[in-house]
């Protein structure tokens, strides 16, 4: 049984998002977004049939359509009212990152999702790769004994043209910065290792050079999680003079990882006590190239959530773990503001609490 699915937002990730669609055998319904052009692209770029309905209004589309799942692309500060327009219409959804902009949304999508019983995933497709998944066997398997930290490192370079392409880029009203925007799917992993409940947070930010956006392209911060580990977080867009790495690492009593590559998608370092498999062996099967920092995962993703939708069960990343994600870079911001730590949970926060923070 094939699923009839739409997606809105047809810029930049999107592709990733109809090829993954298309690889599932979903019946693509509909494409929308405000520019006529970039649906043409996409029908032509995909070869979908040239009478594949292109909608600029989503709610005439949701009502039209009907779809089933649908696909929210669209810049960040615009997915927590798409995402609660969608559920009221009875779609299933996979929200690209961040879930959302602020916890009220995060926490309404929710509520409401679990009301109507309706599949909400948050798009962080990295937990897919095949050396996260790998990683995260062996902490369910307590491979690691006791866990003591974990790093988080993300070295890329975003220039102006990248943020001229698409002027919500880096704004606090429909983005945030590089910790939002390029960091986030790290720190998700990051927080789904360590143990996910986190106690306190240090976070600092600046903008060193990226004067053109409002956000920050350097953020830096300590965690402590409740099961007494700590992690460090690095994010930057500053890295000259192109994207270096994402790496993570994670650092147990009996256990040493560390994931690499464009997108933590190889396995660097493998050593565990209990010498339940080869560290050669392991980082040559683990290892994937993917042709760029979006990876391999959405496709899998994809296969997730039209099954939890089939089987009645929560997808296997969640709204909660897009929202966890979400609570821990607005956490960074908050410390960085306050210039003191910060405990969670949060209750309520938003990139617009930040708004003229890097104002010269």
């Known amino acids: ?22 690889e599932n ?5 509909a494409l929308c977004d405000i520019e006529e052009s970039k649906m043409d692209n996409i029908i032509e770029k995909f070869n979908l049939p040239t009478d594949t309905k292109k909608y600029v209004n989503y709610k005439e589309m949701l009502q039209a359509e009907k779809p089933e799942l649908v696909g929210i692309c669209t810049e960040s500060g615009k ?5 609660l327009d969608c559920i009221e219409a009875g779609a299933n959804l996979i929200i690209e990152k961040p879930i959302a902009l602020s916890l009220e949304e995060a926490d309404l999508i929710i509520k409401k999702a679990n009301e109507k019983n309706i599949k909400v995933s948050a798009c962080h497709q990295n937990r897919f790769n095949k050396s996260v998944q790998k990683i995260r066997e062996a902490v369910e398997q307590n491979r690691f004994g006791r866990l003591m930290h974990g790093t988080a490192h993300i070295r890329w370079n975003r220039g102006e043209e990248y943020y001229k392409q698409a002027p919500w880029r880096g704004t606090w009203e429909q983005d945030g910065g590089a910790l939002m925007n390029q960091c986030i799917h790290n720190i998700d992993l990051l927080r789904w290792m360590m143990g996910d409940e986190i106690t306190e947070v240090v976070g600092m930010t600046d903008n060193l050079i990226h004067g053109f956006i409002d956000a920050e392209d350097l953020g830096m911060a300590l965690v402590k999680f409740t099961n007494g580990s700590y992690g460090i977080i690095e994010g930057t867009t500053n890295i000259y003079p192109q994207n270096l790495e994402e790496t993570l690492y994670i650092f147990g009593e009996k256990g040493t990882v560390k994931a690499g590559g464009k997108s933590v998608n190889l396995i660097e370092e493998w050593a565990f006590a209990d010498k339940l498999d080869d560290a050669e062996e392991v980082k040559e099967k683990y290892h994937e190239n993917p042709p760029n920092v979006y990876g391999f995962g959405h ?14 069960r929560q997808p ?19 410390s960085a503001a306050e210039g003191k730590s910060v405990k969670l949970p949060l209750e309520k926060c938003s990139t617009l609490d930040f708004k003229g923070r890097f104002d010269r």
Do not use: W
């Open 1 to 22: 049984m094939s699923f009839k699915y739409a997606i809105i937002g047809c810029g930049r990730i999107s592709p990733n998002h109809i090829a993954a669609a298309l």
């Open 25 to 29: 055998n979903l019946e693509i319904v």
């Open 79 to 83: 997915h927590g009212q798409i995402a």
């Open 299 to 312: 496709t899998p993703l994809y296969t997730d959530v039209i099954d939890a939708i089939k089987n009645g």
């Open 316 to 334: 296997y990343v969640t709204a909660v773990d897009g929202r966890n994600a979400l609570e821990l870079v607005l956490a960074i911001y908050k």
